[in-house]
């Protein structure tokens, strides 16, 4: 048993850089709340799967990469466990992150064309006064529809609920969904011709 311990402590110390090497290369671009100890620890065990996995005669010069994949795998696990983010609401966050993101320019620095502070064409009352009549228009449409229809409307184009999150809340299919759908965007489009 000791022989045993000797050997898996001999095999993690000699692997053990390549554990330090993955935590360095991904700390940097991590919040500052995750501490380095964490992802060691993490990536230590999962250096201990990829020894458990592969018996040292097995062993060649492909087990430092496959080492590596099976570590970083386990920091990312241990990552995702401390987050309290669903995957799905993460990647949403960083988009809206990325899109929120603003620069300061001075009016210096923009193009002749560009420096006035308002778009002449964009905001003439006349085409303010057409926005609000086509807005109106718009929502008395919308209250036109039968409830489930509205409903599905205002939850998709309004609040921005996928199709699908809309089926499981209704208790329906996708495809149900997709139908009623289609269905009110039909009847809008005849409600604002009319």
Same mark, same amino acid.
Request: hydrophobic share 45%; with cysteine.
């Given at each position: 048993?000791?022989?045993?311990?000797?050997?898996?402590?001999?095999?993690?110390?000699?692997?053990?850089?390549?554990?330090?090497?993955?935590?360095?290369?991904?700390?940097?671009?991590?919040?500052?709340?995750?501490?380095?100890?964490?992802?060691?620890?993490?990536?230590?065990?999962?250096?201990?799967?990829?020894?458990?996995?592969?018996?040292?005669?097995?062993?060649?010069?492909?087990?430092?990469?496959?080492?590596?994949?099976?570590?970083?795998?386990?920091?990312?696990?241990?990552?995702?466990?401390?987050?309290?983010?669903?995957?799905?609401?993460?990647?949403?966050?960083?988009?809206?992150?990325?899109?929120?993101?603003?620069?300061?320019?001075?009016?210096?620095?923009?193009?002749?064309?560009?420096?006035?502070?308002?778009?002449?064409?964009?905001?003439?009352?006349?085409?303010?006064?057409?926005?609000?009549?086509?807005?109106?228009?718009?929502?008395?449409?919308?209250?036109?529809?039968?409830?489930?229809?509205?409903?599905?409307?205002?939850?998709?184009?309004?609040?921005?609920?996928?199709?699908?999150?809309?089926?499981?809340?209704?208790? #329906?299919?996708?495809?149900?969904?997709?139908?009623?759908?289609?269905?009110? #965007?039909?009847?809008?489009?005849?409600?604002?011709?009319?």
């Amino acid at each position: 048993m000791d022989q045993v311990c000797e050997v898996q402590a001999a095999e993690i110390a000699e692997y053990m850089p390549l554990v330090l090497h993955v935590v360095g290369t991904m700390l940097p671009r991590l919040p500052p709340n995750v501490l380095r100890d964490d992802l060691v620890a993490a990536g230590t065990f999962g250096l201990l799967d990829a020894l458990r996995r592969q018996q040292p005669s097995e062993r060649g010069v492909e087990f430092g990469w496959y080492a590596r994949v099976r570590i970083r795998g386990a920091i990312l696990d241990e990552l995702r466990t401390q987050d309290w983010l669903s995957r799905r609401a993460r990647r949403r966050f960083a988009s809206d992150e990325r899109n929120t993101s603003a620069a300061v320019v001075g009016i210096d620095d923009l193009p002749e064309e560009r420096r006035g502070l308002a778009d002449d064409a964009a905001c003439t009352p006349e085409t303010l006064a057409s926005a609000r009549s086509d807005a109106k228009a718009l929502a008395k449409a919308v209250e036109k529809l039968p409830v489930r229809e509205r409903n599905i409307i205002t939850a998709h184009y309004f609040e921005g609920v996928q199709l699908r999150t809309i089926a499981h809340d209704l208790g #329906v299919s996708e495809p149900r969904v997709s139908q009623l759908h289609a269905r009110a #965007v039909a009847r809008l489009k005849e409600y604002l011709a009319a």
